[in-house]
T-cell receptor, first 111, second 115 residues
Framework: KQEVTQIPAALSVPEGENLVLNCSFT??????LQWFRQDPGKGLTSLLL?????REQTSGRLNASLDKSSGRSTLYIAASQPGDSATYLC??????????FGQGTELSVKP | GAVVSQHPSWVICKSGTSVKIECRSL??????MFWYRQFPKQSLMLMAT?????????EQGVEKDKFLINHASLTLSTLTVTSAHPEDSSFYIC???????????FGSGTRLTVV
């Protein structure tokens, strides 16, 4: 059974810092891995999608890496801003067809 | 792009009544849609997989008679919470994937409060 774990559960940093969010999964048989952002009371916004054959994806200040063999992914946020404050969710798309979520990392960027 | 629209965004209903939530894929066809439930400060829990033209597949522990899913067209899936009770109060989100290599797109969610 696929399990997805995110560390840390919460993170508070001053504005301008670079930071790394971690995601690990137990079954490497995945189609892809997706990072999402969720603001309080809102739906999910897709940030980055990494296919199982890829090592990383970049979008603006965001960079996500994938090491499928070790079951790990990281989301790197450069030069953090208060507007980055949100919950970040990692999800793996199993070859069984389901999207399995981690518990999320609640990020707070202080001005 | 891939846009999923969910309606309503919030609803308050009396205990014992039924509530229907709609999920539409606006610019693509989705043979499969997914319904999730999220409790405060927790992650998303998959409730069921909605299959166009056939019965939904429910996750273990989810009552199919309580949460009725209908996927009558390639762009619309509905979730009906029947005989709602206060413990059904939660945030419900739907999603669909345009293609395996495109990733999942989520609706904006529905906040259900049963009083």
């Amino acid at each position: 059974k696929q399990e997805v774990t995110q560390i840390p559960a919460a993170l508070s940093v001053p504005e301008g810092e670079n930071l790394v969010l971690n995601c690990s999964f137990t079954d490497s048989a995945i189609y892809n891995l997706q990072w999402f952002r969720q603001d309080p009371g809102k739906g999910l916004t897709s940030l980055l999608l990494i296919q199982s054959s890829q090592r990383e994806q970049t979008s603006g200040r965001l960079n996500a890496s994938l090491d499928k063999s070790s079951g790990r992914s990281t989301l790197y946020i450069a030069a953090s801003q208060p507007g980055d404050s949100a919950t970040y969710l990692c999800a793996v798309h199993n070859q069984g067809g389901k999207l399995i979520f981690g518990q999320g990392t609640e990020l707070s960027v202080k001005p | 792009g891939a846009v999923v629209s969910q309606h309503p965004s919030w609803v308050i209903c009396k205990s014992g009544t039924s509530v229907k939530i709609e999920c539409r894929s606006l610019d693509f066809q989705a043979t499969t849609m997914f319904w999730y439930r999220q409790f405060p400060k927790q992650s998303l829990m998959l409730m069921a997989t909605s299959n166009e033209g056939s019965k939904a597949t429910y996750e273990q522990g989810v009552e199919k008679d309580k949460f009725l899913i209908n996927h009558a067209s390639l762009t619309l899936s509905t979730l009906t919470v029947t005989s709602a009770h206060p413990e059904d109060s939660s945030f419900y989100i739907c999603s669909a994937d345009k293609a395996h290599n495109y990733g999942y797109t989520f609706g904006s969610g529905t906040r259900l409060t049963v009083v």
